[in-house]
C-alpha cells in the first residue's frame, strides 16, 4: 500500500515537471517579439514636420524592435498612410529599388522584422481592411530600429507591426479620404 503511494507521488511530480516543460517550450514557441533598445532625441526644435506627432518629443523614451510578431497567412498589423513619391513623407527613394512611387501605385513598407533583410523587397502582398483586400508591392523598410535623428527626419522608429501604405492602397480598401492614417488590417504574402 505504502510502495504504491510513493510510485503515484512519483508519477505526479514526474507528470507535473513534464507539464511544466512542455509549457515553457511552449510559452518560447508563442513568445512575441521582445524590444531590442530604447532611444530618445536629447534636442529640441529639430523636427520640420507640421505633425508634431510624428516628431520625436525631447526626453521621451522610444522603443526599438529588431523583429516583429510572427508571420501567418492573416497577420496582424497596423495600417498607416506614407507617400513614397520624391518630396513625399516618405523622406528618401525606396530602399528595395532606389525609386520614388507614385501615389496612384499600391506599395508599402513594412517594419524592420517583416522586411526580413530585403527578403519582402519588390515581391507583393494582400492587405485585408475594410472589407476588402487590395495587393501591394513591398517596396521600403519602416525602420523599428533607428529613429529620432537627422537621418529618420526625427521621426520616432516605426513600430514593429506596422503597413506603411501609399494612397492607393487605402483607396483600393474603399476607405474614405478623412478617414486614411491608421486602420487594422491583417496581411499575408501573396
Ligand atoms: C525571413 O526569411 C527567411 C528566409 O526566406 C524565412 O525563413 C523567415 O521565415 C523570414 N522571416 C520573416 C519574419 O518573414
Not at 508591392?137 to 503597413?163: A, M, Y
Request: proline letters at 4%; charged letters at 20%; a positive charge.
Amino acid at each position: 500500500m505504502k510502495g504504491i503511494k510513493i510510485c503515484s507521488n512519483y508519477i505526479q511530480t514526474i507528470l507535473f515537471l513534464l507539464i511544466l516543460i512542455s509549457n515553457f517550450s511552449l510559452s518560447i514557441e508563442a513568445s512575441t517579439c521582445k524590444p531590442s533598445g530604447k532611444i530618445k532625441n536629447l534636442k529640441t526644435g529639430q523636427c520640420n514636420r507640421a505633425e508634431e506627432s510624428e516628431c520625436c518629443k525631447p526626453g521621451k523614451l522610444y522603443t526599438t524592435f529588431k523583429c516583429s510578431p510572427k508571420v501567418s497567412h492573416h497577420t496582424k498589423a497596423i495600417l498607416t498612410l506614407n507617400s513614397f513619391e520624391k518630396g513625399g513623407s516618405g523622406g528618401s527613394a525606396s530602399k528595395c529599388d532606389n525609386k520614388f512611387h507614385s501615389d496612384k501605385t499600391p506599395v508599402v513598407a513594412l517594419s524592420t522584422g517583416w522586411f526580413n533583410n530585403s527578403k519582402r523587397c519588390l515581391k507583393f502582398v494582400n492587405i485585408f481592411g475594410n472589407g476588402k483586400m487590395v495587393k501591394a508591392k513591398v517596396v521600403d523598410e519602416c525602420d523599428s530600429t533607428k529613429g529620432c535623428d537627422s537621418d529618420h527626419d526625427f521621426q520616432p522608429p516605426c513600430l514593429n507591426n506596422i503597413v506603411d501604405a501609399s494612397a492607393a492602397v487605402w483607396k483600393g480598401l474603399g476607405v474614405p479620404e478623412k478617414d486614411w492614417g491608421q486602420m487594422n488590417v491583417f496581411w499575408s504574402d501573396a
